[in-house]
């Protein structure tokens, strides 16, 4: 066990965690951050940014968080390649204890949890044994695996919506699997979707089952409103039907609501257990944008400095 306590450990290396590790760099908290599984977060699997300010030509999702962490890096933040495993928060403002990598232990007066979110996934036996052998969360990730074949997406979000896109792209034909008789998705981005010929939108439309013994051969779908049943021959099966935040493992110590969502005291980012702050979308179900939780990342390095001064005074 090391035995120093750090002022600043940033978990999370999307938007919200470079954010807050930029400004506790810049006020001398001397931040480490550990990246997580996804270092550099969900914009590390998405293409075009385009409603980030400071970008007016857009810029690519991955090659922005390059970005992000070279300016965080530059400012003296300690960005360490490492999952956070388990945490033990000291409820009474004393120093926390956080495992990394299930083996070392790492203690720190403050903690910035910017976990983010995952994808979530519909929970069909058949879609977890063909995960990775045609169905998959990221149509940016994978899509260029279905090359001029068929592809199904569920979904009728922004996140389906734009992922339909991009696959309309590159595929040959793309299902839109929707299971009311709407999108849930912006204007903006309906009007995109819908313009596009080889993307076909079958509403009132559930999966009833993912068809393939090896890899994915097609999908059995069930119309919810005529009970009727249909197979689409596809060869790729893609999720994007929302996100769950990544905070399991604070369930002991920190109050979040049903679906996981860390709860923040008003107009700030603490967390009921002192020196303890949360920013991005472990915290945030209604605006998940980037440009969101990196101000909430700031918010959470603000905020902590001010705890530490007033632990010194
Ligand atoms: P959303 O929660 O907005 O949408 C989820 C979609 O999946 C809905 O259509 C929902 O249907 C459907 N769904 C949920 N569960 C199931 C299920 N079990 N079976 C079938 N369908 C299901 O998630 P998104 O990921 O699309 O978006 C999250 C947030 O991120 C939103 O605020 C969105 O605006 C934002 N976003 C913004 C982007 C941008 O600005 N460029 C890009 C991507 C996302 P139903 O409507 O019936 O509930």
């Keep these: 066990m090391e035995e120093k306590v750090h002022e600043c450990i940033v978990i999370g290396s999307g938007p919200a965690g470079y ?43 991955p090659e922005m968080m390059n970005q992000f962490k070279k300016q965080a890096t530059r400012l003296g933040a300690d960005v360490r390649f ?3 495993t388990d945490v033990q928060f000291s409820r009474n403002g004393g120093t926390h204890s956080l495992t990394i ?39 940016v990730c994978d899509g260029f695996f279905y090359k001029g074949q068929d592809v199904a997406i569920v979904g009728g979000g922004d996140t389906a919506a734009e992922e339909a896109s991009y696959l309309a792209k590159i595929c040959n034909k793309v299902y839109m699997l929707v299971r009311k008789g709407e999108l ?10 819908k313009a596009l010929e080889n993307v076909e939108i079958l509403y009132h439309t559930q999966t009833d089952e993912i068809l ?3 890899v994915v051969t097609g999908v059995r779908t069930l119309n919810n409103q005529t009970q009727e049943k249909k197979e689409l021959n596809v060869q ?15 369930k002991k110590y920190l109050e979040m609501d049903e679906q996981g969502y860390l709860i923040t005291k008003p107009d ?7 020196g303890v702050f949360v920013s991005g979308d472990a915290q945030d179900k209604i605006y998940r944008q980037a440009v969101t939780a990196a101000g909430t990342g700031c918010m959470a390095a603000l905020d902590a400095e ?3 001064a007033s632990k010194s005074m």
């Design 19 to 61: 954010t807050a590790a930029i400004y506790a760099a810049r006020a001398d908290m001397k931040p480490i951050v550990y990246e997580g599984l996804q270092p550099g977060g969900q914009l590390t699997i998405t293409t075009d940014v385009e409603n980030y300010p400071g970008y007016p030509d857009g810029i690519m999702g």
């Design 101 to 139: 990598d299930n083996k070392q232990i790492i203690l720190a007066h403050t903690v910035i949890i910017s976990t983010g979110a995952s994808a979530k996934w519909l929970g069909l036996e058949s879609e977890t044994r063909l995960n990775g052998s045609g169905v998959s969360a990221c149509a």
């Design 212 to 214: 393939g013994d090896k």
């Design 268 to 274: 700030s980012t603490h967390t009921n257990v002192p």
């Design 306 to 308: 001010r705890y530490l």
């Design 184 to 193: 849930r998705a912006s204007k903006a981005m309906q009007h995109r979707v």
């Design 82 to 84: 490492g999952m956070v």
């Design 236 to 250: 790729g099966f893609f999720v994007a039907i929302g996100h769950k935040p990544n905070t399991d493992i604070f």
